[in-house]
């Protein structure tokens, strides 16, 4: 989390996430563009903290996709381990300082 604006851009998709939407393929667009626009980000030091939060690991684009699978597992009825983006996000930002 020492990448130039990682903090940042976790603050603001934390902000994004709380509105309690579902985060469908459209819903993450629509935030990909937002953190684009409001914190002139682009590439890895935008998606590697995204990652690491939402999926749990850095790695490759399939990442995203598996991201946007979570919202759509919790809300079928997965076992309790599977949480939403929010949840996530929100766990992964208690932990920071």
Do not use: N, W
């Amino acid at each position: 989390m020492s990448r130039y604006a990682a903090r940042d851009v976790l603050r603001q998709l934390a902000l994004l996430l709380l509105d309690g939407a579902e985060l469908t393929t459209d819903r993450f667009s629509e935030i990909i563009a937002t953190l684009k626009q409001d914190l002139d980000l682009r590439s890895r030091e935008l998606f590697h903290p995204l990652r690491l939060a939402l999926a749990g690991r850095c790695g490759g684009g399939e990442l995203d996709r598996v991201i946007l699978l979570l919202d759509e597992a919790a809300s079928a009825g997965f076992p309790a381990q599977v949480k939403t983006a929010r949840e996530r996000i929100l766990e992964f930002c208690a932990t920071l300082e």
